[in-house]
């Protein structure tokens, strides 16, 4: 290993975060499986999956991202294979709540759905215990509290090691704490889907809520590698993300030319690690990095030891207002209630 490599892996080392109210202590940056499982990807290769989180972990991120309904659990038979031998050195963190019936899903984050789905992913994980456990999305269908006490009862069994949600609201946030503890909220985040910086943010930081923030690089968009011809084939979900679809893509693809100008001029670096490090810098705990190729996770070397000064974060926020006239969230993959 050349000594510059070594040298950011030393710095890298340094950037790791507890969780609040657990022993857990992860890597800012975690390895996010959803592409891994193939559904609405485009197909899934389980040697290169397996060798990804393999790197991921030789590289010093310990946080592996999963969830049953990717891949309707082919991801998280990936990750426990890749981890055989090697559980203890990995935090995993995958979720509860989300069915499937006929390639499609729906949300369940019922108490029966909940003590049925653990133990098919502890099954495929090939593991005794889950780090994080998170409550996919909220579901309408069933009380706050009938799912809040479902997961405190995992907890104080220990069959989890912290109680996690994704994609709620801060109401449904107080609701959930009244029943049970809450560690961790993981929501999406980037450059170009912000919708949690006006309350959700601010009030996990100020309750002690380690925050993940999916989508780091929006579906590839702040990758820096996607061009006006690009094309998505089979299910790839970026054939009906609006993101990626005219005028809306050319207007972002103008954004992430400027910001990677920004990011090689100030900091010699790219698109892809200003991304990052500006979610780091907001106060993101951890960025959900994802991947399938053990290459594309040597871009996230280069994201530590630095930080973004004012006149790059004032620089950035001129780009987006200036590039992206319609902008749009990614509101389009929530999964449906049940009828």
């Known amino acids: 290993m050349p000594p510059s490599t070594q040298a950011k892996l030393r710095e890298f080392d340094n950037e790791f975060v507890k969780i609040p109210g657990t022993s857990l202590k ?63 050195a990995a935090v995993i963190a995958t979720k509860v709540g989300v069915e499937w019936r006929d390639g499609k899903v729906y949300r369940n984050a019922s108490r029966n759905r909940i003590m049925a789905e653990i133990h098919d992913s502890l099954r495929r994980l090939r593991t005794d215990y889950i780090d994080i456990y998170h409550v996919h999305w909220p579901d309408p269908l069933v009380p706050m509290e009938e799912t809040a006490g479902a997961m405190r009862e995992l907890y104080q069994q220990g069959k989890i090691r912290a109680i996690g949600v994704s994609n709620f609201t801060v109401a449904q946030m107080q609701t959930f704490r009244a029943i049970a503890p809450l560690h961790v909220l993981e929501s999406p985040y980037n450059l170009f889907e912000r919708a949690i910086d006006d309350e959700i943010l601010p009030y996990c930081l100020a309750n002690g809520i380690a925050t993940l923030g999916y989508g780091a690089l929006c579906r590839g968009l702040l990758s820096g590698r996607m061009r006006p011809d690009s094309t998505f ?107």
């Open 233 to 339: 084939g089979g299910d790839d979900l970026r054939r009906i993300d609006p993101k990626f679809q005219p005028p809306r893509f050319a207007q972002y693809l103008n954004a992430v030319a400027q910001l990677d100008q920004l990011a090689q001029h100030r900091y010699q670096r790219h698109v892809i690690q200003l991304a990052v490090r500006w979610m780091l810098d907001r106060g993101i705990s951890v960025a959900l990095w994802g991947g399938r190729h053990p290459e594309q996770l040597h871009a996230a070397l280069g994201l530590a030891g630095w930080s973004l000064d004012a006149a790059a974060r004032a620089r950035i926020e001129h780009i987006l207002s200036s590039t992206i006239t319609d902008p749009i969230g990614p509101e389009f993959m929530a999964p449906p209630a049940r009828t």
């Open 26 to 88: 992860v890597s800012r940056v975690a390895l996010g499986t959803w592409a891994m499982g193939g559904w609405m990807w485009g197909g899934t290769d389980e040697s290169e999956s397996i060798a990804t989180i393999r790197a991921a972990l030789d590289q010093g991120i310990n946080l592996i991202d999963t969830a049953p309904v990717y891949g309707f659990g082919v991801s998280e038979e990936i990750v426990g294979k890749a981890l055989m031998g090697v559980r203890s």
